[in-house]
């Protein structure tokens, strides 16, 4: 792995094109449709988020944070709030609770709605479980994301396989990747959506630049 981030470095590289291939190594490796690699799980947070409310929509990419006319609300289970809220917010989103399927349901009615959030280590001991939320938001076409950042990685999250359309894992936990990275994982095109808001694209994810190096050392990828 060190010999092929040193090969990476010394080198020039497509980050399209590696992202691309990488993209779907990550799949393979993971047992899921498509992965980006982040700068750390914050950025993939913010990603999905964006992914979530513009899509892979040029206009709307260019627009965030300003997110008038775009489903711009995130649901979270009452007692999900963590300290990456502002990850979630940044793309100019609004953070609504619910605490009980019914008021989820009732949620689920607002045509902004565009995502819901699922913090994965206090699931089970949440108000509602992914199961219900994915009953109710499937038929919206509502996507779900799970940070599961400080959880030991799988083959295949079983975050997925319980029906999220999104889950995160930290590079730099159990991964022992660098602390920089991070994996935004998931079906296909709410994970190239995320990626068509990332570094090098132009727009809210441009600063949130991850290096070739950190590209293939995370996703054991050939140069």
Same mark, same amino acid.
């Given at each position: 792995?060190?010999?092929?981030?040193?090969?990476?470095?010394?080198?020039?590289?497509?980050?399209?094109?590696?992202?691309?291939?990488?993209?779907?190594?990550?799949?393979?490796?993971?047992?899921?449709?498509?992965?980006?690699?982040?700068?750390?799980?914050?950025?993939?947070?913010?990603?999905?988020?964006?992914?979530?409310?513009?899509?892979?929509?040029?206009?709307?990419?260019?627009?965030?944070?300003?997110?008038?006319?775009?489903?711009?609300?995130?649901?979270?289970?009452?007692?999900?709030?963590?300290?990456?809220?502002?990850?979630?917010?940044?793309?100019?989103?609004?953070?609504?609770?619910?605490?009980?399927?019914?008021?989820?349901?009732?949620?689920?009615?607002?045509? /902004?709605?565009?995502?819901?959030?699922?913090?994965?280590? +206090?699931?089970?001991?949440?108000? !509602? $479980?992914? &199961? %219900?939320?994915?009953?109710?938001?499937?038929?919206?076409?509502?996507?779900?994301?799970?940070?599961?950042?400080?959880?030991?990685?799988?083959?295949?999250?079983?975050?997925?396989?319980?029906?999220?359309?999104?889950?995160?894992?930290?590079?730099?936990?159990?991964?022992?990747?660098?602390?920089?990275?991070?994996?935004?994982?998931?079906?296909?095109?709410?994970?190239?959506? /995320?990626?068509?808001?990332?570094?090098?694209?132009?727009? +809210?994810?441009?600063?949130?630049? !991850? $290096?070739? &190096? %950190?590209?293939?050392?995370?996703?054991?990828?050939?140069?």
């Amino acid at each position: 792995v060190k010999a092929a981030m040193a090969r990476a470095g010394g080198q020039f590289v497509n980050i399209y094109e590696l992202m691309e291939q990488a993209g779907k190594r990550i799949g393979e490796l993971m047992g899921c449709e498509f992965g980006i690699v982040t700068p750390g799980s914050a950025a993939a947070v913010c990603l999905g988020t964006a992914g979530a409310v513009a899509g892979n929509d040029p206009e709307r990419i260019s627009r965030l944070p300003l997110t008038e006319g775009m489903r711009n609300k995130v649901l979270m289970p009452k007692g999900h709030r963590f300290s990456y809220d502002h990850a979630i917010r940044m793309v100019g989103t609004t953070i609504h609770e619910f605490a009980s399927k019914d008021e989820l349901a009732k949620m689920l009615e607002d045509p /902004a709605v565009g995502m819901i959030c699922v913090y994965g280590l +206090i699931e089970p001991s949440g108000p !509602v $479980s992914l &199961e %219900d939320m994915v009953k109710l938001a499937k038929p919206k076409n509502v996507p779900i994301m799970v940070d599961a950042a400080s959880e030991h990685i799988e083959r295949p999250s079983p975050w997925l396989v319980r029906g999220a359309d999104m889950v995160i894992y930290s590079g730099g936990k159990f991964l022992q990747a660098p602390q920089v990275t991070g994996l935004l994982l998931g079906k296909e095109k709410i994970i190239r959506a /995320a990626w068509a808001n990332a570094s090098p694209h132009q727009g +809210i994810g441009r600063p949130m630049k !991850v $290096s070739k &190096e %950190d590209i293939i050392e995370i996703g054991r990828a050939h140069v």
